[in-house]
């Protein structure tokens, strides 16, 4: 079976050909840092444009790549949801135009269930039932993973995704767009000990997380303590990163003793951090959890995945048709 995925939800614009839900063919993306750096985050708008620029010239690639043509494929599966509403509609729409032209079938994929089956792309694939971490710029979320379709959400971040909070320090410290690389490269030569900046507990829903305090003290740290340079900045940078990563980790492994769940994957544009990739490794052995880490390529915004979770979707024999429209709140499974 071959699928066609394609990806704009965001800034990156992507398309993949993946055969049997396994094995990518080709996987291009088309990266807009540079387009918003000089903002020092995404502009909507300015997502929007680029990917109807790009979104064409990447599925050619794509299918160049794999060395077929869209009569070869049995489907094609885009991002319909959650994500920027205009970017969105740009993949939404080059899809359903390419399954008019061609005759196949168009299936909508959730982004989340993307990430979750990201993992299902490397040499050792997990099986359901797992406990998934996806951990974004917009997401962050534990959900317990049933079968392939079936999601149950049990914690998610009541304010600032991982992701937007590594964005926000990095802004307060001058870095350069995206922050999370920059703050994990200096975090390399720091102390994660020397700063204690605080983990949030939420009364009533012990595997809910909360980032916006965390955001407030490094802040008012960075007030008391204006313009760090060298081993302060590296602390700071390291600190940060613990204060992030402990509370992902903590949680995850709570969450899968309290469901009796033996695999985590981690997956999102985050579980390319290299601290949070280091704990989790270390918990879960402490904990007998067979742990799953996408490569960082796959943990970030791409074609594959979505062909994935779309291939899935069409064994299902999910089918969206013409009257796919995008769902920038599309919420992946039910509340625990």
């Known amino acids: 079976m071959l699928v066609l995925g394609m990806e704009t939800s965001c800034d990156e614009t992507a398309a993949a050909v993946v ?14 840092i540079e387009v918003h750096r000089r903002w020092g985050g995404v502009v909507p ?4 444009r680029n ?10 690639e794509a299918l160049v790549k794999a060395g077929v043509g869209l009569a070869d494929l049995d489907a094609i599966a885009v991002t319909s949801g959650p994500g920027l509403i205009g970017a969105l509609l740009v993949g939404v729409q080059a899809a359903k135009g390419l399954a008019w032209l061609s005759g196949r079938p168009l299936v909508g994929v959730n982004h989340l269930e993307g990430h979750l089956l ?3 792309l490397t040499d050792n694939p997990p099986e359901p039932p797992f406990l998934g971490l996806v951990v974004s710029g917009g997401h962050t979320s534990l959900f317990a993973v049933e079968r392939f379709g079936r999601y149950q959400l049990v914690g998610q971040t009541r ?8 964005d926000k320090v990095a802004k307060m410290l001058g870095l350069p767009y995206p ?8 975090a390399q030569s720091g102390d994660g000990k020397a700063i204690r900046f605080p983990r ?12 916006s305090g965390l955001k ?9 303590h204006p313009n760090p340079e060298g081993q302060q900045l590296a602390d700071l940078c390291a600190s940060f990163q613990e204060a992030v990563a402990d509370p992902l980790t903590r949680k995850a492994m709570k969450a899968a003793r309290k469901l009796g769940l033996r695999r985590l994957v981690l997956s999102g544009g985050v579980a390319a951090n290299s601290r949070l990739r280091a704990l989790a490794a270390e918990r879960a052995a402490d904990d007998g959890l067979e742990l799953f880490l996408p490569p960082p390529r796959l943990c970030t915004d791409n074609g594959a995945m979505i062909a994935v979770a779309g291939t899935h979707a069409f064994q299902r024999g999910e089918r969206a048709g013409m009257a796919l429209n995008a769902d920038p709140a599309w919420r992946l499974g039910a509340a625990a």
Do not use: C, N
């Not at 708008?45 to 929007?48: D, K, N």
């Open 19 to 32: 055969r049997d839900g396994r094995i990518a063919l080709s996987d291009v993306v088309s990266s807009q």
């Open 45 to 48: 708008e300015l997502a929007s």
């Open 51 to 60: 990917h109807v620029m790009q979104v064409l010239p990447v599925v050619d």
């Open 118 to 120: 990201a993992a299902r």
């Open 159 to 166: 304010d600032d995704a991982a992701g937007e909070a590594y």
């Open 179 to 186: 922050g999370g690389i920059q703050i994990d490269a200096l």
């Open 200 to 211: 949030a507990q939420i009364k009533g829903a012990e595997l809910d997380f909360s980032f």
């Open 216 to 224: 407030t003290s490094v802040l008012t740290w960075l007030r008391a």
